[in-house]
């Protein structure tokens, strides 16, 4: 099972991050949980400073951007 967390407070970007990656994820059949992480802190304890941000099994993916869904299932294969 594949933990993906979104960092973000929520935005427009957020959300379509959190789309492409519930695509990405069912597109290759990886069982999975996804997580919006919203609060400040723990995004800073990321490392993360722009958000959106990606983090897949706690490691962060992409930062600042919004990755297309292709790309987001080469970063969970």
């Not at 990405?24 to 990886?30: N, Q, R, Y």
């Not at 992480?37 to 995004?43: H, K, L, M, R, Y």
């Amino acid at each position: 099972m594949r933990k993906i967390q979104i960092l973000g407070t929520g935005c427009p970007k957020c959300a379509k991050l959190a789309e492409n990656a519930q695509a990405a994820a069912e597109a290759i059949g990886v069982e999975h949980t996804i997580e919006k992480v919203t609060d400040v802190n723990a995004i800073a304890g990321f490392g993360v400073f722009l958000t959106p941000a990606l983090a897949i099994d706690g490691e962060v993916k992409a930062s600042g951007e919004v990755p297309a869904r292709e790309r987001i299932e080469e970063m969970l294969r």
